[in-house]
């Protein structure tokens, strides 16, 4: 039974650009959480997509956007990128918008030179 | 909005030793509470929740949490640390009956040291 997966693990991205990560979840569930966690930080919630839409949304800029799949997968993308966009962004999975046992995935580690 | 506090950064014991880590809540009501693991290079590791009932929780790895109310409390315990348990320890919160997104708020971590 494969866990939440994330690609790609490393990024370097230049202040200005754009980057998309993606994630997909673990089998059998269908909501997407998006988290950031910042060097020596616990992670901060950016967003959840449940039913293909975006249903709750942390305190991020509109440069922070995202999408989900018919099959479930999301991607997360970040625009006009920031030096303080560096961080490690974080998936989670869960069985429905209103569960909170949500599964990690190893995260993709992104620079911002 | 909710809010947790970790007060300790940086904890060291021995191996063998017992272990407590420290985590207060902030939210009008009872929330749903969990624990979760890091070790470098990973994601998160679900440890324990609790949601309703004892306060006492068992989880995985042999630790446990207890719910205090009257503390917004939620401590993680461990009787026997084992060198596998150096990591980063995260405690969260989430707001019950919120059936538009299940957000989590999380401290700022404990990191966990083990001597041998």
């Known amino acids: 039974d494969a866990g939440v997966t994330q690609s790609p693990t490393h990024l370097i991205k230049t202040r200005g650009q754009q980057v998309t990560l993606r994630c997909s979840p673990k089998?059998?569930?269908?909501?997407v959480s998006w988290y950031q966690q910042a060097l020596g930080q616990g992670p901060q919630f950016i967003f959840q997509?449940?039913?293909?839409?975006?249903?709750q949304r942390g305190n991020f800029p509109d440069r922070f956007s995202g999408h989900q799949f018919p099959n479930y997968s999301s991607e997360l993308n970040v625009n006009a990128l920031l030096l303080g966009d560096s961080a490690l962004y974080l998936c989670?999975?869960?069985?429905?918008?209103?569960?909170?046992?949500?599964?990690f995935g190893p995260g993709t580690r992104l620079t911002v030179t | 909005a909710q809010s947790v506090t970790q007060p300790d950064i940086h904890i060291t014991v021995s191996e063998g030793a017992s272990l407590e880590l420290r985590c207060n809540y902030s939210?009008?009501?009872?929330?749903?509470l969990f624990w979760y693991v890091q070790s470098p290079g990973q994601g998160l590791q679900l440890l324990l929740k609790?949601?309703?009932?004892?306060?006492l929780v068992q989880g995985i790895k042999g630790f446990e949490a207890e719910f205090k109310r009257s503390q917004s409390s939620f401590n993680l315990r461990k009787p026997s640390v084992h060198w596998s348990d150096a990591a980063e320890y995260f405690c969260?919160?989430?707001?019950?009956?919120?059936?538009?997104?299940?957000?989590?708020?999380f401290g700022g971590g404990t990191r966990l040291m083990v001597k041998p």
């Open positions: 997509y449940y039913e293909e839409e975006e249903r």
């Open positions: 089998s059998g569930h269908d909501t």
């Open positions: 989670a999975s869960s069985l429905g918008p209103g569960l909170y046992e949500q599964y």
């Open positions: 939210y009008g009501a009872t929330p749903y």
């Open positions: 969260a919160v989430g707001a019950p009956g919120n059936n538009a997104g299940n957000m989590l708020t």
């Open positions: 609790y949601f309703s009932g004892d306060t």
